[in-house]
């Protein structure tokens, strides 16, 4: 026997719920309400997620950051006294030169500097050249610190696109003045806008100066806080980090048995961490939608079981008149799937519009996967046949001898 | 299930045969209920009604008229004995053995028409042929075709709160008849009608069951519907009383 075709299936089924619009409407909220919640989770957790990879991207994945001290994240270690590092730490550990692209001492603070328009408060970072390569950062305009002031420690400095702004209007800045911390600095160059990272403050909110005149100027010690260590492509970066460890053990003269007083922080690693902790909030969002389309699969079952139950006079005539068990089971499925699938569907417009929304407020890219938008048309398909299928099953095995009196 | 039910055009007019026996009953036994609770609405019928044959149905209510129907309509199986439908045992057929045989061969009209409401004439006639995957357009030259032969072309856009009692009933037969049934079942056709609109439903059975020979079986309670036909049949009690033939009647 030929089946019957699709379309003598699904216009009855498309009228039948067009006669009970307000109840159809009702029962695939649940369906909407679940899969929209799915569609903005997934498609918000894609944007962020694509932030954050572009970030660390820009930021590398191959950089290690040493520091003095333990490492606090977590709540973990305690703040002990440490020593700082000195430059003859960064000559060691250049020492890895044929693994290592780049290691930039930095010595930073939070200090005010002003022009002759405005004053600001900006990072003032004390490096030198491998700085710019340790972090992938380009000038805009100008250039790089000469071997000469970085060796004499000259008043020169390079500035952020931040503070360009604050303190020249994004104007003119090449060869003024600045005061940092009432030092008198001349400007070199601009950096280009890096953007919002999101894994520190506003990035673009720096002056860079040489180590030397840092160190003399403004901090007054010879300290170097930390190190940036860009590791070349295709040398594992947490191979690097023990030798590193190593080597700064020794150095410092750790015991064998006794804490760090420095850390290494892998990029690498807090990119891992930042996707596991991604992934534990899919998987608990997951549940939550799980459980709403449960509710929107049995408010599905719900109405379709008052819809046979409306239509049993009905079902028992058509059962006389020749229709199949498996045809009226068919016919109550295409009415259950269909109205899932319209849930499904106003669901991914929802979801993908509360995404949208959201993008304004979380500054994150609209990424909206086609799989999460063929899986939610599958999954609400999905919902239809299993949660149809009871009330279609009892439509179909109704006598239609005892069916058809009852009007 | 058998090839004869996938082919009903076939075997539909094998009743230029007179004599075929189209519906024969051996001691059929249908109870309801179990232990002391049971009803036995029939009580060991013994029948057979030939190819062609125009038959009243009368009895009291609750003698099993009811009951007859729903066993010779394959929309109920006996709880014992033997109902053979065109010479197949209907006990070997399931339900959805006995939904193929109501389709290709046999037809319904209720006392109450049982029209689905929102369905135009037309749609409602061509339900049968949906349910049998008949293409759309067939459909419609088929269900247009059989308004026509009830005298409701001019009606066939019309739902059926927009007809009267004997047009829905017009409707009904056309629907009962759209699959060129051997087997008319009607179930008090005029029972919901005016007498002369009821006259009209039973000139209506009458006319197609010479045109097209197909074998009626009518259950009613007037007896004026009841002396039209070629042959009664007399239910009490869940028997069936001894026949009498009218002076049309071929038996003795």
């Given at each position: 026997?030929m ?16 006669r009970?619009?307000?109840?159809s ?5 649940g369906?909407?309400v679940?899969?929209?919640a ?5 498609t ?16 590398g ?16 270690g ?5 020593k ?20 930039a ?6 200090v ?8 600001w408060v900006?990072?003032v970072?004390g ?11 380009e000038?805009a305009s ?6 000469q002031?970085?060796?004499a ?6 500035i952020?696109?931040t503070?360009?702004?604050r303190?020249?209007?994004?104007g ?22 890096r ?5 520190s ?5 720096t ?5 030397a ?5 403004i901090l ?6 930390a ?8 040398i594992d ?5 023990s ?7 020794e150095?410092?003269?750790?015991a064998?048995?006794?804490d ?5 922080l892998?990029?690498?690693q ?5 996707a ?5 909030m899919t ?12 509710v929107?699969?049995?408010g ?12 049993t ?7 006389a ?32 519009g ?8 979380l500054?994150i890219p ?15 398909t ?8 009871v009330p ?5 095995k ?10 | 299930m058998?090839?004869?039910?996938r ?12 004599s ?19 009803v036995?609405?029939l009580?060991?019928?013994?029948l057979t009604i ?23 309509g ?12 065109k010479?197949i ?9 006995r ?10 009209v ?9 369905a135009s ?8 042929l ?8 067939e459909?419609?030259k ?31 037969i056309a ?8 087997l ?7 029972g919901?009608?005016?007498?002369v609109t009821g ?43 001894p026949e ?9």
């Open positions: 026997m089946p019957v075709p699709a379309h003598d299936i699904l216009r009855p089924a498309a009228a039948s719920l067009q009970n619009a307000l109840r409407v009702l029962a695939a909220l369906i909407a679940g899969v929209a799915v569609v903005a989770m997934v918000i957790g894609r944007g962020s997620r694509a932030q954050v990879d572009a970030q660390i991207s820009q930021l994945m191959q950089l290690l950051t040493l520091r003095v001290g333990q490492d606090t994240r977590g709540g973990k305690a703040q002990i006294e440490a700082p590092m000195t430059y003859a730490d960064v000559e060691a550990v250049r020492g890895f030169q044929s693994e290592l692209q780049a290691v001492p930095i010595a930073s603070a939070s005010r500097v002003v022009s002759r328009q405005a004053n900006a990072a970072t490096a030198d050249n491998e700085f710019f390569a340790a972090r992938r950062w000038l100008g250039r790089i610190f000469s071997g002031e970085i060796q420690g000259r008043s020169v400095c390079i952020g696109a503070v360009h702004d303190l020249f209007g994004g003119a800045a090449l060869g003024e003045t600045i005061r940092v911390k009432s030092v008198p600095c001349e400007v070199i160059g601009v950096l280009r806008l953007g919002q990272s999101g894994l403050q506003d990035d673009d909110n002056v860079v100066m040489p180590l005149s840092y160190q003399r100027r007054g010690a010879r300290d170097v806080q190190m940036l260590i860009l590791v070349r492509e295709g970066t947490s191979h690097m980090k030798r590193v460890e190593e080597l700064m053990r150095r410092r003269r750790v064998d048995g006794q760090d007083n420095f850390h290494v892998e990029m690498r807090l990119a891992e961490t930042m596991g902790t991604s992934r534990t998987a608990l969002l997951s549940a939550i939608a799980a459980i709403s389309l449960l929107g699969g049995i599905i079952m719900n109405i379709m079981l008052a819809s046979v139950a409306d239509r006079a009905e079902i028992g005539i058509r059962l008149i020749g229709a199949l068990p498996r045809q009226i089971l068919a016919e109550v499925l295409a009415e259950a799937v269909l109205l899932a699938v319209a849930g499904g569907l106003a669901g991914i417009l929802a979801g993908v509360l995404a949208a929304a959201a993008r304004g407020y500054q609209l990424i909206v996967d086609p799989a999460i938008v063929l899986l939610a048309v599958a999954v609400s999905a919902i239809g046949i299993v949660f149809g299928y279609a099953a009892k439509a179909a109704l006598d239609p001898v005892e069916a058809i009196n009852r009007e | 058998s090839p004869i039910l082919d009903g055009e076939a075997h539909r007019h094998v009743g230029a045969d007179c075929a026996p189209l519906i024969r009953l051996e001691h059929v036994v249908r109870a309801y209920g179990r232990g002391a609770a049971v036995t609405a009580a060991g019928v013994d030939t190819q062609g044959e125009f038959v009243a149905v009368v009895g009291p209510s609750g003698s099993g008229k009811s009951t007859f129907l729903n066993i010779i394959c929309l109920d199986t006996p709880s014992s004995g033997r109902y053979r439908f010479g045992d209907t006990g070997t057929l399931d339900v959805t053995g939904a193929m045989m109501r389709r290709s061969s046999i037809g319904f209720f006392q109450r028409f049982h029209l689905i409401k929102r004439a037309l749609d409602n006639v061509e339900l049968p949906l349910y049998q995957s008949v293409p759309r357009g459909r419609r088929s269900a247009t075709a059989v308004l026509a032969a009830v005298g409701l072309s001019q009606r066939q856009h019309h739902t059926p709160d927009q007809l009267s009692g004997g047009q829905q009933q017009r409707v009904a629907r009962a008849l759209i699959t060129r049934p051997d008319l079942i009607a179930d008090e056709p005029t919901a009608l005016d007498s006259a009209e439903i039973m000139q209506l059975l009458k006319q197609l069951h010479r045109e097209r020979g197909t074998t009626v079986v009518i259950v009613t309670h007037d007896p004026s519907v009841a002396s039209q036909a070629s042959r009664t049949i007399c239910f009490t009690d869940g028997h069936i009383k009498h033939f009218d002076d049309a009647g071929s038996r003795t």
